[in-house]
């Protein structure tokens, strides 16, 4: 089994010329938490997750504070916002390198590596590089268990 035959294929990516503005405006809009990134010619140049975005909103010092269970509201802090020079910074100065497969690759590989990175949703290009789908945690776990029907009953 291939990811070709399960991914889906109507991807939303945005422009690498983009700012971090328009990219929010797009996870916003689509309700999506991974955005990759692509250049003119269609082929992926990275990729840019909800989570990257929702970094600009905490302030640096929470990323010195091992365990957060005792705050239990962030007050003032819940009010800030990322400043315009933020927001209209281009998006390549936030994109991550993507990882990806190409659409031929096997499914138990893509989740091995999608695990490996952490990652929830995974890019899929074609030979030239250009983004031609996406695949969920999901969209591999139902391919995977779709085959379990077929596998005889053990005998008692």
């Known amino acids: 089994m291939i990811i070709r035959d ?3 294929r109507n991807v939303i990516s945005i422009s690498q010329t983009a700012s971090i503005r ?3 405006e797009l996870i916003v809009e689509n309700h999506i938490g991974e955005l990759p990134v692509v250049d003119e010619a ?3 140049k990275g990729i840019i997750s909800l989570e990257d975005l ?4 905490l302030p640096d010092f929470f990323k010195l504070i091992p365990d957060l269970d005792f705050v239990h509201n ?3 802090v819940e009010t800030t916002r990322p400043n315009s020079g933020q927001l209209d910074a281009p998006i390549t100065s936030l994109m991550k390198e993507a990882q990806s ?3 031929t690759s096997g499914l138990l590989r ?3 590596l999608m695990l490996k990175h952490d990652m929830q949703d995974i890019p899929i290009v074609n030979a030239n590089g250009e983004l031609v789908g996406i695949a969920s945690r999901v969209d591999i776990g139902t391919a995977v268990l779709s085959t379990w029907k077929t596998v005889p009953p053990s005998s008692p």
């Open 22 to 24: 328009e990219a929010a």
């Open 42 to 44: 269609g082929r992926l």
């Open 54 to 57: 929702l970094t600009l909103e």
């Open 74 to 76: 962030f007050g003032a």
């Open 6 to 8: 399960w991914m889906k």
């Open 110 to 112: 893509t989740y091995a």
């Open 101 to 103: 497969v190409y659409e």
